[in-house]
Nanobody, 122 residues
Framework: QVQLVESGGGLVQPGGSLRLSCTPS????????MGWYRQAPGKQRELVAR???????NYADSVKGRFTISRDYAKNTVYLQMDNLKPEDTAIYYC????????????????WGQGTQVTVSS
């Protein structure tokens, strides 16, 4: 029904920056919250940042002051600007969107991107 296309991952040195992008496609009536999650080897998936349709934002404590989430409402695209990256930021990053596919949908549901690898290493 809905696919989330991610881009922007890669390999950077500590202190470097990356910007992740996520664009939904498919049957979309409206999108509520969008966000980024990450999962490092041997660890649970965790919320990194989230932005609602009203532009309220939430960040994990570990990324506050370093990461910035934003949303292009015309493109339904969400971005994650990551600055001052640290080795502990290394993980697979997943885009998430809460989507109502049509006006007849009973409720919105969550969709996930395929994940993009972010590696921070010297």
């Amino acid at each position: 029904q809905v696919q989330l296309v991610e881009s922007g991952g890669g390999l950077v040195q500590p202190g470097g920056s990356l910007r992740l992008s996520c664009t939904p496609s498919g049957m979309i009536f409206s999108i509520n919250a969008m966000g980024w999650y990450r999962q490092a080897p041997g660890k649970q998936r965790e919320l990194v940042a989230r932005i609602t349709s009203g532009s309220s934002k939430n960040y994990a404590d570990s990324v506050k002051g370093r990461f910035t989430i934003s949303r292009d409402y015309a493109k339904n695209t969400v971005y994650l600007q990551m600055d001052n990256l640290k080795p502990e930021d290394t993980a697979i990053y997943y885009c998430n969107a809460n989507v109502r596919s049509s006006s007849s949908s009973i409720r919105a549901r969550d969709y996930w991107g395929q994940g993009t690898q972010v590696t921070v290493s010297s």
